[in-house]
């Protein structure tokens, strides 16, 4: 299963080897009290709990990144009628969601950026993030033959195979610019979706540090809670909150 075991009297000297520590962090992504209330909602909202089970496990079972993408809106398109931005477990669910979406497309930008390291047009950056999402272009036809025949669609007319398209391709845009930044703002997307559980400690301080060491961080965050958002269709006020602390950040990191 590629794990690796460690006591815990040789995890400081591990961390130091790979040029980190295990000093205690506010990071609320390291509370035990988060993750449990996290961890509780399937049995509150036993609505959410067969995508809450996605979440935990069956994503990380999937080895494509395209996949990985797709399934992650799919999932939260199937429970948008259960999401209520006004409850704060709902909102958590919501920023585990925008942390594993930035996982995937990250792992799928990073794919396209040994592809096509400099695109000759628009269509063809289009048609190579498509194949990649769909795990290939052979793949991808399979689907645009079954979205035409299932949508009455006539031949040369176009098609619409994944919602919001154009978003998702300026969010790839976006991270094939400074790829190695996505998954801080992935961590950084668990952290905000954690402080609405009302934790005993802030993370403030945390995710600014995160904002400085990844500079695009911040950009990625509000890209991808606004594109998750509109694809699976939830309530605007999923995102605004998200928007509210890039630009915090943002302005935060332009002051010093």
């Given at each position: 299963?590629?794990?690796?075991?460690?006591?815990?009297?040789?995890?400081?000297?591990?961390?130091?080897?790979?040029?980190?520590?295990?000093?205690?962090?506010?990071?609320?992504?390291?509370?035990?009290?988060?993750?449990?209330?996290?961890?509780?909602?399937?049995?509150?909202?036993?609505?959410?709990?067969?995508?809450?089970?996605?979440?935990?496990?069956?994503?990380?079972?999937?080895?494509?990144?395209?996949?990985?993408?797709?399934?992650?809106?799919?999932?939260?398109?199937?429970?948008?009628?259960?999401?209520?931005?006004?409850?704060?477990?709902?909102?958590?669910?919501?920023?585990?969601?925008?942390?594993?979406?930035?996982?995937?497309?990250?792992?799928?930008?990073?794919?396209?950026?040994?592809?096509?390291?400099?695109?000759?047009?628009?269509?063809?950056?289009?048609?190579?993030?498509?194949?990649?999402?769909?795990?290939?272009?052979?793949?991808?036809?399979?689907?645009?033959?079954?979205?035409?025949?299932?949508?009455?669609?006539?031949?040369?007319?176009?098609?619409?195979?994944?919602p919001e398209l154009a978003r998702?391709?300026?969010?790839?845009?976006?991270?094939?610019?400074?790829?190695?930044?996505?998954?801080?703002?992935?961590?950084?997307?668990?952290?905000?979706?954690?402080?609405?559980?009302?934790?005993?400690?802030?993370?403030?301080?945390?995710?600014?540090?995160?904002?400085?060491?990844?500079?695009?961080?911040?950009?990625?965050?509000?890209?991808?809670?606004?594109?998750?958002?509109?694809?699976?269709?939830?309530?605007?006020?999923?995102?605004?909150?998200?928007?509210?602390?890039?630009?915090?950040?943002?302005?935060?990191?332009?002051?010093?």
């Amino acid at each position: 299963m590629s794990i690796s075991l460690l006591h815990d009297s040789e995890l400081s000297a591990f961390g130091s080897s790979i040029g980190g520590n295990v000093d205690a962090s506010d990071s609320l992504s390291a509370s035990l009290e988060a993750w449990e209330m996290y961890l509780g909602i399937p049995q509150k909202y036993p609505a959410l709990a067969e995508y809450a089970s996605f979440a935990r496990s069956g994503f990380w079972m999937l080895r494509d990144a395209g996949e990985r993408c797709r399934r992650i809106v799919s999932r939260l398109r199937s429970v948008k009628a259960e999401m209520d931005p006004q409850k704060v477990e709902h909102f958590a669910l919501f920023g585990d969601a925008v942390c594993l979406f930035l996982v995937a497309v990250s792992e799928l930008a990073a794919k396209a950026l040994l592809v096509l390291l400099s695109p000759a047009s628009k269509e063809e950056f289009s048609l190579t993030v498509l194949a990649i999402l769909y795990g290939g272009q052979d793949n991808l036809d399979a689907a645009q033959r079954l979205r035409r025949i299932a949508s009455s669609t006539p031949d040369g007319e176009e098609i619409s195979i994944f919602p919001e398209l154009a978003r998702f391709e300026q969010l790839v845009r976006e991270l094939m610019q400074a790829p190695l930044d996505g998954l801080p703002a992935a961590l950084l997307a668990r952290e905000v979706a954690f402080s609405s559980l009302q934790t005993a400690h802030g993370s403030d301080a945390f995710q600014a540090g995160i904002a400085r060491t990844a500079n695009f961080s911040p950009k990625f965050l509000l890209l991808a809670a606004e594109y998750l958002q509109r694809a699976a269709r939830l309530p605007p006020e999923f995102s605004a909150e998200y928007a509210q602390v890039a630009l915090t950040l943002l302005s935060g990191r332009t002051k010093t």
